[in-house]
């Protein structure tokens, strides 16, 4: 290839590259604004008459699991800073399953909550545990190269000191802040406010 067309290639992609960064960062906003409605919530729609409302086998005791998931996926993608209102579309004869959808849903997302709670908080004693082990380790690693000048030994512990503070470093700095983010989420669809559509 010429150089001149090389030239015009990264052109072409840098431009290509620009247009999609910019409309990256209107994405959120664009998806947001589309769902905002006079009250200044984001409403999420949710079409219950079509699709089976209860998880199979449960006994109409749990939410089936994909409208869960449709509703974490549709709400991923709105700001942080808007509130959420989910409009259930539901049948005439589901009417009367309204309190019960109501609190299946808010068991499920409070539930879900206390869960990536949990999650964090072991998070944090694995943390813990791995930045001691790794200090234990290193101290001695230090002891045992002062005391016997070093060898094949020491140079394990070295490293088994070394990924155990790697352990921590990694948990706290990656693992901490992705469990955090879905936290965040699944607090929204905590706090979300549920509205019912009775269609024929």
Same mark, same amino acid.
């Given at each position: ?23 990256? /960062? ?44 449709? %509703? @974490?996926?549709?709400?991923?993608? %709105? ?10 579309? =539901? ?6 399953? =309204? ?25 944090? %004693?694995? =943390?813990?545990?791995?930045?001691? /082990?790794?200090?234990?380790?290193? %101290? ?6 002062? /005391? ?10 070295? =490293? ?19 469990? @955090? ?20």
């Amino acid at each position: 290839m010429d150089k001149e067309k090389l030239k015009s290639i990264r052109k072409t992609y840098k431009e290509e590259l620009k247009e999609l960064k910019e409309g990256k /960062l209107n994405l959120f906003e664009d998806h947001t604004s589309s769902l905002l409605e006079e009250d200044g919530r984001a409403h999420i729609k949710v079409d219950l008459r079509n699709e089976e409302i209860y998880e199979p086998y449960s006994g109409k005791e749990k939410l089936n699991t994909s409208l869960f998931e449709h %509703i @974490q996926n549709e709400v991923r993608y %709105i700001k942080p800073v808007c509130p959420i209102c989910l409009d259930f579309y =539901i049948d005439k004869k589901d009417e009367m399953d =309204i309190e019960k959808i109501t609190s299946l849903y808010e068991k499920s997302a409070r539930f879900a909550f206390a869960s990536a709670s949990n999650e964090l908080r072991k998070n944090r %004693i694995v =943390i813990v545990v791995s930045l001691v /082990l790794g200090i234990l380790f290193l %101290i001695a690693y230090e002891l045992f190269m002062f /005391l016997f000048n070093g060898n094949f030994f020491g140079e394990i512990i070295s =490293i088994a000191s070394w990924v155990f503070i790697w352990e921590a470093v990694d948990r706290y700095f990656f693992t901490r802040l992705g469990i @955090q983010k879905d936290g965040l989420l699944l607090a929204r669809l905590a706090s979300a406010k549920l509205v019912f559509h009775v269609k024929d």
